[in-house]
């Protein structure tokens, strides 16, 4: 297959709309689950709101982490597969430990892009982003486990090497200590009800996908995992903009109300 038949067939209608609707009704079964939740841990209208906007963006960046570092490995595979002759060709033979090593710091240019400018998180502080992209490194160790473990493909053994290094990378750093690091770890650990929804979300996409062969085996596992997070983040921009008008459109009750003693954020997040 041609790069362009390859591009073509994952934009071939009806399919790529189909593909993206089933992506946008599981983020709403997924709004669902966060309002439900709120719903029931709060009083008050703008409680609730402030918890299920909280838990919908720590949802998207667990995604926009995890898209972003598996999109630079599948350019990185794409250019394995498609470049075999010509000056870029040898310049990549020559260079492609080097040149994987930007792609890993695009791929942080573009999670932050994705933060600031597809959707914009106003509500994790520092320490909550921190902790749950850390969460978003078990994400991608658990999606690693499964394409060599599961899927029985020993070709990007490399990229779990990079993979650590970038963890180590974004989460260690001289002035840090050893409590700094263990209280990152329990604050991520709190992430991990989100962590199983997006793996569950993105399970069910390639379960489609590949039931239907609109993601097809041959073309690389980890190609079809990031077109995956490509529609998820299609269905984010789209949903989240109406999640906002829904809101917007309610009547706040009053919030002066004393939360009752069993109304309380619940440890696990």
Request: charged share 15%; proline share 2%.
């Amino acid at each position: 297959m041609s790069y362009a038949d390859y591009v073509k067939h994952y934009f071939t209608m009806p399919d790529c709309i189909l593909f993206l609707l089933l992506a946008m009704v599981m983020l709403a079964v997924v709004y669902g689950i966060f309002f439900v939740f709120a719903n029931k841990t709060f009083e008050g209208e703008l409680k609730i709101q402030h918890e299920f906007f909280s838990l919908s963006e720590r949802f998207y960046e667990l995604i926009f982490s995890g898209g972003s570092i598996i999109g630079f490995m599948a350019v990185y595979y794409l250019i394995n597969r498609f470049v075999t002759s010509g000056a870029f060709y040898e310049f990549w033979s020559d260079y492609k430990d080097y040149l994987l090593l930007v792609l890993m710091i695009i791929s942080i240019l573009v999670n932050t892009f994705c933060d600031h400018v597809i959707v914009r998180l106003k509500r994790l502080d520092k320490s909550e982003m921190a902790s749950i992209r850390l969460t978003g490194m078990l994400y991608m160790i658990i999606i690693f486990c499964y394409i060599k473990f599961i899927y029985e493909d020993n070709n990007y053994d490399m990229f779990i090497t990079y993979f650590l290094t970038l963890m180590i990378g974004r989460f260690v750093y001289f002035d840090a200590s050893f409590k700094d690091f263990l209280e990152c770890m329990k604050q991520a650990a709190k992430n991990i009800p989100i962590m199983l929804i997006a793996l569950a979300f993105l399970g069910i996409l390639c379960l489609r996908g590949y039931s239907t062969d609109y993601l097809l085996k041959h073309n690389g596992v980890i190609t079809n995992i990031f077109f995956c997070h490509l529609y998820i983040v299609v269905a984010i921009f789209i949903l989240h903009f109406a999640v906002n008008v829904y809101f917007n459109n309610r009547k706040p009750k009053s919030d002066n109300k004393r939360q009752s003693p069993n109304k309380k954020r619940p440890s696990c997040y």
